[in-house]
Structure formats: structure tokens, C-alpha cells
């Protein structure tokens, strides 16, 4: 993770030439690399005192990648914990590979730092890789750190293995297949609203016990990488659910030239997550809390789609592997998505999924 930094910008731009010293809470770039991020480098990371490093798959893989960017106050609350944050982008990352029945084994790290870090702020960072580099089995390779003109931005590349040739693709899913999904659905955008107004929970009175569960969906999403093997056996195709049910099955749809049907009654919802959308669309006399649920985003389960014979075996396997599935749908000959609701009729959710502009 070595340092890098532009040229002197004769703009009158800032650079790390004319950056003022750091502050007492602070330490320099080259110490902080050796401080936090050194200690969570693996084998083949040169203990980051190279420009880069170096990674052979196993005779007979393929290397799987993939990169999702988090900003404050978009992906996660400035306030947040910063070992949460550290964790989630790392988590968000694990999602993906999951969902393409890779396993993980490491990955490279971009941060950028905003003017009001401390030593403290990247010792709990450091704390919070640390715990999921251990949970999941990765180690770091390398990356960047530099300074945020704002707040806080990072960027994870995971990298995992797959049998050679063998990735399940989002574009797999073909007509017969039933449409599965790991989990429970909308938590975490369930969660963000609670987050949004601090007092919608008392007005709801949703309980305590419901309110912490849906908040912590939303801080540290869940990867099913316990079920990567499961989807590398069974699915044809899959990807994991990010920015809303709806919207990521109707790219599945887009992708592999189907039409996807799903009930909105067989989406599993946690208990709090039930009682949340009971509350609120009674008192607000609409279905605005169960849209959201199935539009939203942030959930980190994944949707699959199983050839029908082989769908017993694959709600087996991730149960044996202590994540729970639900057939929710079924993926026919056409184009798009259409979700019903209990009447069978059929459910106008728009985009269906969250959208950065």
C-alpha cells in the first residue's frame, strides 16, 4: 500500500508537497501504512513496500474481481463507527464474489482521507479489516491512501477464485428456472429510513429488539459467502442484491434475454422487517414500507436462478450452510420483470431499484 501523491500543481491546487504538517492525532502516510495496514498484509504483498503486488491462482481457477466504491454520507453516516465502515466495504465486495460462487482471497484497498482524521479514527479502521480478514479467510494486497478534499471515500477490489470456467454469470438464467433468494429482503433500507428520521420508530412503536436489528442490517450487511459453493453447484445464474430486489432481477431479466415473475408475498422479510411494513403502511393507509423493502437496496443477499429439478438440493445446501433460501418466482420466455401482489395483479414499482443519478 504504498503512498502516491500528485506533483506540485502550479494551479495553486493542493498536493502532498504543500500539505501542512499533520497534526499531533495524526501520524504521516508511510507510518500510518505501517502502522495499520502492514500488519494486515498476506503473502504476495511484499509487506507493501512495493509499487505492487503479485497473486497466482491455483492451477486450474480463475481470478474473479470486483470493486465497489463507498462514500460518507451516501453509502454510510459520516458518524458511523469507523471499524463498521471499514467492515462494510470490505462486506459489500464478499457479496459480489458470492454471488459468482467464488471464494475470496484478498483484496486491495483505495482510501481517501478527509482533514479531521485521527490515529484513533485508523487504529479502529485497522481493528474492523482485521476482524473480517480473519471471519472470511482474505488478507490485504495492497492499495492507495490519499488525502479527501471532503469526507471519507474508499474503494475495495476482493479478488476471489473459481473452478476455470465455471463463474455463474447474472445472464445465466434461463426459462423453466425458479428465481431463489438467500435471506431476508429490505432490512437495510428499512434500517436507512430509521437512521433518516430518529423518531419514526417511537411513532411506529416498533420495539427496541426490531429497531437494533434493522439499523444493524444497514451498518454491516451480511455476505452469503457461506453459499458460494452452494451457487457454484446449482445455479445458472445469479448476482447479489445491492440496489433493490427489483430492480437487480429485472437486470438479471435484461441480461440473460427473460422474463423474471416474482410474488411479492413470498419475499422473506425478518420478523422486524414484517412488523416495520404492517405498522407503517396501516398507519399511512399505502404500501410505501413494502415498496421500499422490495426496492431499496442494501440487503447483500443473493438471487439466483435454480433449474427447478435441482432446487430442493440447492435450499439444502445453504440451510446446511446456515443461511436460509425462499423460492420467490420463476424466470419464463420474454423480457422484464413483473411482481405481483397478493391479489395477483401487478405491482407498479418503477426503476424497482436505487439509482446514483
Not at 97 to 118: E, I, N
Not at 242 to 264: N, P
Request: glycine share 12%; net charge negative; proline share 6%.
Amino acid at each position: 500500500m504504498t503512498g502516491s501523491g500528485r506533483p506540485d500543481d502550479p494551479s495553486g491546487g493542493p498536493s502532498r508537497a504543500s500539505a501542512d504538517a499533520a497534526p499531533a492525532s495524526r501520524i504521516g502516510e508511510f507510518d500510518l501504512i505501517a502502522r495499520v495496514f502492514a500488519p494486515l498484509a498476506g503473502e504476495g504483498a511484499l509487506g507493501l513496500v512495493d509499487d505492487a503486488a503479485g497473486y497466482a491462482p491455483p492451477p486450474g481457477f480463475d481470478l474473479v474481481l470486483t470493486k465497489d466504491a463507498l462514500a460518507a454520507d451516501v453509502h454510510f453516516f459520516r458518524a458511523d463507527p469507523w471499524d463498521a465502515v471499514a467492515r462494510k466495504a470490505l462486506r459489500v465486495n464478499l457479496s459480489d464474489l458470492a454471488s459468482k460462487g467464488a471464494t475470496p482471497v484478498g483484496y486491495l484497498l483505495g482510501l481517501g482521507l478527509p482533514a479531521d482524521w485521527t490515529v484513533g479514527h485508523m487504529d479502529a479502521f485497522g481493528r474492523g479489516l482485521a476482524a473480517d480478514q480473519e471471519a472470511f479467510g482474505i488478507r490485504l494486497f495492497g492499495g492507495d491512501t490519499i488525502q479527501s478534499p471532503d469526507r471519507l471515500v474508499l474503494s475495495v477490489t476482493a479478488i476471489g477464485t473459481v473452478p476455470a470456467g465455471r463463474m455463474v454469470r447474472r445472464g445465466g438464467a434461463c426459462p423453466g428456472d425458479l428465481v431463489v433468494v438467500t435471506g431476508t429482503i429490505g432490512d437495510a433500507a428499512l434500517g436507512l429510513k430509521l437512521r433518516l428520521d430518529p423518531g419514526l420508530a417511537g411513532r411506529l412503536g416498533l420495539s427496541e429488539d426490531d429497531r437494533a436489528h434493522l439499523l444493524d442490517r444497514y451498518l454491516l450487511p451480511q455476505p452469503r459467502t457461506a453459499v458460494a459453493e452452494a451457487v457454484l453447484a446449482h445455479a445458472s445464474g445469479a448476482m447479489d442484491v445491492s440496489d433493490g430486489l427489483v430492480g437487480d432481477l429485472a437486470k438479471m431479466a435484461a441480461a440473460s434475454r427473460a422474463h423474471i415473475q416474482i410474488d411479492a408475498d413470498q419475499v422473506p422479510l425478518s420478523d422486524a422487517a414484517r412488523r416495520f411494513v404492517a405498522l407503517h403502511d396501516a398507519a399511512s393507509g399505502d404500501d410505501a414500507a413494502l415498496r421500499a423493502a422490495l426496492t431499496g437496496g442494501d440487503d447483500y443477499e443473493i438471487a439466483a436462478a435454480i433449474p427447478e429439478m435441482q432446487v430442493d438440493a440447492f435450499l439444502a445446501d445453504c440451510l446446511a450452510a446456515g443461511v436460509p433460501a425462499t423460492v420467490i418466482g420463476r424466470v419464463t420466455a420474454g423480457e422484464g420483470i413483473r411482481v405481483n401482489d397478493r391479489s395477483g395483479a401487478a405491482m407498479d414499482l418503477g426503476d424497482g431499484s436505487f439509482r446514483h443519478f
